[in-house]
């Protein structure tokens, strides 16, 4: 990597990451070191390229510009690489890839490792987060394929690679009831930090069943943190059964269905632009899901 490589990761890191500490653990640079190289870059502009804030720092206007430029020049330089890779008999070069937490953590670790050993000389740059997040990467042009549960952006082609049922989650089975059971209105329903459109699923199906609202006086952060809840019998969830993943043993899960019977379930796609498939880490990447879905 070269000298002018290494200022454009380093402004990046602690441009998104705001905080000199968070960038030097990121980095593998000691802060000091760090904060020096900002403080030569800064020389070359004559004028500061971040405000020291209380919480942090923020990019001035003459930072934004540098950040958007050295964004730009690194992705220019990947394309380049990615087109001398491509020159190849070999598949080689780098996928960068968006994925959903949730899928990360059940789902993409097998695939990844199948994927790795037919292709070793890929090399896999991964960016997690919650599926409205893993949309905005792939919008900004930041990855080249997406994997998102729920609804996906509008350009692109997409293929369906998995579809979750949504399951009514409690840690003893319920007593037998004909739909809409009345305990569910007195007993607590455990919400969690989800996609703006589960929780958009999660309302629609209550009010096909019930005519007053929930019980839904507990909030947590994490469905970790949400299984642990109901693991104590503390109230009852709705989840995805991928989201349940070595602990559905555990507890009591009932599959939840539309009032018309339809069974209901949250998709997950891969999503890309036909444009990448030039890339042939990416076009390798596709056939593989394909031919394992």
Same mark, same amino acid.
């Given at each position: 990597?070269?000298?002018?490589?290494?200022?454009?990761?380093?402004?990046?890191?602690?441009?998104?990451?705001?905080n000199l500490t968070k960038a030097a653990n990121r980095l593998y640079v000691s802060q000091p070191a760090l904060s020096y190289r900002l403080t030569q870059l800064e020389k070359q502009f004559d004028e500061p390229l971040f405000i020291?804030?209380?919480?942090?720092?923020?990019?001035?206007?003459?930072?934004?510009?540098?950040?958007?430029?050295?964004?730009?020049?690194?992705?220019?330089?990947?394309?380049?690489?990615?087109?001398?890779?491509?020159?190849?008999?070999?598949?080689?070069?780098?996928?960068?890839?968006?994925?959903?937490?949730?899928?990360?953590?059940?789902?993409?670790?097998?695939?990844?490792?199948?994927?790795?050993?037919?292709?070793?000389?890929?090399? $896999?740059?991964? &960016? =997690? *987060?919650?599926?409205?997040?893993?949309?905005? !990467? /792939?919008?900004?042009?930041?990855?080249?394929?997406?994997?998102?549960?729920?609804?996906?952006?509008?350009?692109?082609?997409?293929?369906?690679?998995?579809?979750?049922?949504?399951?009514?989650?409690?840690?003893?089975?319920?007593?037998?009831?004909?739909?809409?059971?009345?305990?569910?209105?007195?007993?607590?329903?455990?919400?969690?930090?989800?996609?703006?459109?589960?929780?958009?699923l999660l309302d629609n199906w209550w009010k096909e069943q019930y005519d007053a609202p929930p019980n839904d006086s507990i909030h947590v952060d994490t469905m970790a943190t949400c299984r642990q809840f109901i693991r104590k019998n503390?109230?009852?969830? $709705?989840?995805? &059964? =991928? *989201?349940?993943?070595?602990?559905?043993?555990? !507890? /009591?899960?009932?599959?939840?269905?539309?009032?018309?019977?339809?069974?209901?379930?949250?998709?997950?796609?891969?999503?890309?632009?036909?444009?990448?498939?030039?890339?042939?880490?990416?076009?390798?990447?596709?056939?593989?899901?394909?031919?394992?879905?």
């Amino acid at each position: 990597m070269d000298h002018l490589e290494k200022d454009w990761h380093l402004f990046i890191t602690i441009a998104e990451t705001g905080n000199l500490t968070k960038a030097a653990n990121r980095l593998y640079v000691s802060q000091p070191a760090l904060s020096y190289r900002l403080t030569q870059l800064e020389k070359q502009f004559d004028e500061p390229l971040f405000i020291r804030m209380p919480r942090g720092l923020a990019l001035t206007e003459t930072g934004e510009l540098y950040y958007n430029y050295a964004k730009d020049m690194l992705k220019r330089k990947e394309d380049f690489e990615s087109s001398l890779e491509n020159k190849k008999n070999t598949i080689s070069g780098v996928l960068s890839l968006g994925c959903s937490s949730i899928f990360a953590n059940y789902e993409l670790p097998d695939i990844l490792e199948g994927f790795t050993k037919a292709y070793p000389d890929v090399r $896999i740059q991964l &960016k =997690t *987060g919650i599926s409205s997040k893993i949309s905005d !990467f /792939y919008q900004a042009g930041d990855v080249h394929v997406a994997i998102i549960r729920g609804p996906v952006p509008a350009t692109g082609e997409k293929y369906l690679i998995n579809q979750d049922p949504i399951c009514l989650v409690t840690n003893n089975k319920l007593p037998a009831h004909e739909w809409p059971r009345p305990d569910l209105i007195t007993l607590p329903l455990i919400r969690y930090d989800t996609a703006r459109d589960l929780y958009t699923l999660l309302d629609n199906w209550w009010k096909e069943q019930y005519d007053a609202p929930p019980n839904d006086s507990i909030h947590v952060d994490t469905m970790a943190t949400c299984r642990q809840f109901i693991r104590k019998n503390l109230g009852w969830s $709705i989840l995805p &059964k =991928t *989201g349940l993943g070595r602990f559905a043993d555990e !507890f /009591y899960m009932e599959p939840l269905y539309w009032a018309d019977g339809t069974p209901i379930v949250r998709d997950t796609h891969i999503v890309y632009n036909a444009s990448t498939l030039f890339r042939k880490p990416v076009k390798a990447f596709i056939e593989y899901i394909q031919n394992n879905k």
